[in-house]
């Protein structure tokens, strides 16, 4: 567990650190290298701490064959067109890491081949994402482990079982991984958002943990927060009118910053639990100022027996507080007390 932390500077939520917020391009940019870029300028600007894209090589991962998930693209004939489309070269990938190491970001993208894998280590990237649909990949997991960078696995689409065979693997290998909750639905309705399974692979794997949403909204990282996550990762769109088939499961970079701020705020409150008694002694004027004290409500020579309707509450509570009331009854007056005037305890008998 403390390798991975350790490779983050501790700045992990689970050592009273930060959560690892990722925002993640995927395919948005639409096989444009200037959107690309774009992407990196908007969620640097956003205060996030990685970007993150996917590296997919058409010829060593896919074939004609591939079915469509969603058909949205209306100029690829076929998916594997449109990974090809996708492609970036190691030039331009390198382009990419050095402008986002500019703006402060990790560099991360998935690796969908061995390829992949052999480019984006050339590249340089920060972190390894496997992907859900690569978690029975095993060329490629062996191959990134023996990479020694720390390693985000996605259990979207896996069974527990299969989870248990890969961390176990990872394990094997002294490889430092963190395991991200993430539900294959775009967009991610709340109830399979999966929020229990957060403090569950925790204690299973006794490792950090993190939620990759595709909800499209800000809630439920807000809430996988207040759980001590680790690691969050939302994709992200320049706008809702942007084309592809990842936009309705996104956050715009207005409510990615809106996360962030959200996700800072509940870590400070998290990392301050409150004292209620030295939080009232800290609140001694206020409480003054907002109680009451016992008054007269008339008249009262001294010498005067204490009964309920001789007396009410006033501000401020600088005097017997009100709510000794039972206290007081049947005590005498050491002096004389005008109506209105609040009771002290030189003024009553003992």
């Keep these: 567990m403390n390798a991975f932390r350790a490779q983050f500077g501790g700045r992990l939520a689970a ?49 004609p064959l591939e079915p469509w998930r969603v058909k949205f693209s209306l100029q ?23 402008h986002a190491q500019e703006r402060g970001l990790l560099f991360l993208s998935s690796p969908f081949s061995l390829e992949a894998v052999e480019l984006l280590e050339r590249v340089g990237v920060a972190v390894w994402k496997v992907a859900s649909g690569q978690v029975t ?19 979207g689409m896996s069974a527990l079982a299969e989870t248990d065979r890969l961390i176990a693997r990872l394990q094997e290998l002294s490889s430092s991984f963190a395991v991200m909750q993430c539900s294959s639905i775009y967009p991610c309705p709340p109830e399979r958002v999966g929020l229990n399974m957060i403090p569950f692979f ?8 993190g939620l990759s949403d595709h ?11 207040t759980l001590g996550l680790d ?28 996360l962030i701020e959200g996700v800072r705020f509940i870590e400070r409150m998290l990392a301050h639990p409150l004292d209620k008694d030295g ?10 100022i907002f109680t009451k004290s016992l008054a007269a409500r008339a008249h009262l020579p001294a010498g005067t027996v204490l009964r309920a309707e001789h007396l009410t509450g006033k501000k401020p ?5 009100v709510g000794r009331l039972n206290e007081v009854i049947g005590r005498r007056t050491r002096r004389e007390i005008r109506a209105g005037e609040l009771l002290f305890e030189a003024d009553i008998e003992a």
Excluded: N
């Excluded at 925790?202 to 943990?209: K, L, N, Q, T």
């Excluded at 939080?279 to 003054?288: K, S």
């Design 76 to 98: 690829d004939e076929t998916r594997y067109d449109y990974w090809r489309r996708m492609e970036f070269t190691e030039e331009q990938w390198t382009g990419l890491r050095r």
């Design 215 to 225: 909800s499209g909204t800000i809630y439920a990282g807000l809430a996988a927060t």
């Design 137 to 155: 990949d095993a060329p490629v997991i062996e191959r990134i482990a023996r990479s020694g960078k720390p390693i985000l696995v996605s259990t």
């Design 317 to 321: 509570g600088v005097g017997i507080p």
């Design 15 to 63: 050592d009273g650190g930060r959560c690892l917020i990722i925002g993640e391009v995927a395919q948005a940019h639409d096989g444009s290298l200037g959107m690309a870029h774009a992407f990196i300028d908007a969620i640097a600007d956003a205060g996030a701490d990685a970007v993150k894209f996917q590296t997919h090589i058409a010829d060593a991962e896919s074939s």
């Design 202 to 209: 925790r204690a299973r794997y006794s490792c950090p943990v």
């Design 231 to 258: 690691v969050l990762e939302v994709h992200v769109t320049l706008s809702r009118e942007m084309f592809g088939p990842d936009v309705a499961s996104s956050v715009t970079t207005r409510e990615l910053r809106q």
């Design 279 to 288: 939080a009232a002694e800290e609140l001694g004027q206020m409480r003054r």
